[in-house]
């Protein structure tokens, strides 16, 4: 059985860093996010490509368990293109093609339909609130957004919020969406629309996890090689909500080690291009540096 | 006997942000520093005042166990006035008058020269310096510094920091000093100049401690409510230093301890302005949030 149900982007992405560059190589908040949720359960995702997709991509995402059948074809894949600079702190976009995005209009399979987890990675909130209404019975919905339809999308953007369990969101956005500097305060307005929690992630930082009564920081893995950070804030939601799906335990103390799951493996993505560091990863791997987050974090 | 030296600033700060103005408030970074040490244990003070400086501020101090003999008196007190804008990250400053502090020379009194602990608070280095080679037999020397130092005089700076045990400054600070982006990269460059340990202030994100062989990250506690951030890196600083003097561990497990009560003070700091949040904590409020960051962290 699928779960949890992904969507978001499937994209070719063409990247530079101060550490090098790769061109089409296989990205999105999908995939990400997909990739990093199926470490620990079997991730289905809708998303679309184009018909210039390479099908040996479909093959590794299946070969990691990933259902694919969700993949709409379209015309031409969406690419991103973008470089960071020294600082390695936020992505500059050099050229976006939509392409098959902009007639996109999800459809969820039969079989996603009974699914019990669903991720809503970054994707336009209309589609994610369609994903919402057609899956029958969901537990927990976790959702995901960026700065570009906080500016152009809000209205939509909150709709959506309002009928997810979990939000999560990087730092800049949240000050955005709530128009506040404070970080706690953003993440008590959120509360006032989710039904279950507000996780705030904070790149080299870590992450907060805010519920209605309960607070939670979890400590950023000191990564000294950054060869290239796209896709870490979906491979932090995916794992988190991959983690989640697993062990069908919905507690705050469990949600605590979803999140340093979810930072562990978007630690590991950043260390080299694309999604190459997930390729050669496994849950001992994982398991190690998840320890190492709990030494580092004791007093 | 006194124990730790402090040496810094003592300045009257007039300071606007959006939740208020004071004007000819006590600061400075020694004031702050000692002040939160104070908490722990008897430290005493290294500065220069002017004849305009209210008597009231040093029987404040005395009250709170701060030995003021190490204060010499010029002629107008060091000013600084500044403000913060809503985000309340940065100081902007107004106005500096540097007043007595141009000519100040640091002598060093008699009683304090068999103290084991040093804070040396942000000040100039070749002051600081001048302290390290007048106390007798120090165990322990923390350093803390700033920007314009780095900017101004690095060189100095750079020896002063050889000499001490553990370097403390900001996040901005060590990637200004390193020339790095990277915390992990510029911690580990600093590293190579102390004999023990370097801490990196990161504001409401906490901090990290960073030694030969082991890394510690301690939470930010999650304020809503930010009045006035001024002196909170000095408090930090202070605490931390005076916690090692009262307990005389400098174990790296120690180390996390004061490293967490730095934090609990500098938090407390920022809900009033100037000193006042200060004057009105105990212990009690102190070992409270103490245990409020132990299980924000816990997972």
């Known amino acids: 059985m699928v779960d949890p149900v992904i969507i978001g982007t499937v994209a070719l992405d063409s990247i530079k860093t101060p550490f090098g560059k790769v061109d089409d190589a296989l990205g999105g908040s999908a995939c990400y996010a997909s990739l990093a949720a199926s470490f620990f359960s079997k991730p289905g995702i809708l998303s679309i490509i184009g018909k210039d997709f390479p099908k040996e991509f479909i093959t590794f995402l299946n070969q990691r368990s990933i259902d694919t059948n969700g993949i709409v074809t379209g015309d031409k894949t969406f690419k991103w293109k973008g470089y960071y600079e020294f600082d390695m702190n936020e992505a500059k976009t050099l050229d976006t093609e939509l392409n098959s995005l902009l007639s996109y209009n999800v459809e969820v399979p039969d079989q996603y339909k009974d699914a019990k987890y ?26 995901d957004t960026m700065n570009f339809w906080i500016d152009n999308k809000k209205k939509e953007l909150l709709e959506t919020i309002k009928k997810a369990d979990i939000l999560v969101f990087n730092d800049g956005e949240a000050r955005q969406l709530f128009e506040t500097p404070n970080l706690v305060t953003a993440a008590k307005a959120a509360l006032k629309l989710v039904s279950k929690a507000v996780i705030i992630k904070k790149g080299e930082h870590g992450a907060l996890l805010f519920t209605k009564d309960k607070h939670f920081s979890a400590p950023g893995y000191p990564l000294e ?26 507690s705050e103390k469990n949600m605590r080690k979803a999140i340093v799951y979810g930072s562990v493996i978007a630690s590991y993505n950043a260390e080299d291009f694309g999604t190459e560091r997930l390729k050669n990863i496994n849950m001992e791997d994982i398991e190690k540096r998840f320890d190492e987050l709990k030494s580092i974090r004791e007093f």
């Open 118 to 143: 669903i991720f809503l990675a970054n994707i336009d909130p209309e589609l994610q609130l369609k994903v919402i209404n057609e899956i029958k019975n969901p537990e927990l919905i976790v959702m």
């Open 225 to 250: 090689k950054i060869k290239d950070p796209t896709g870490c804030g979906d491979c932090f939601g995916g794992a988190f909500t991959g983690y989640l799906s697993k062990t069908k335990d919905l």
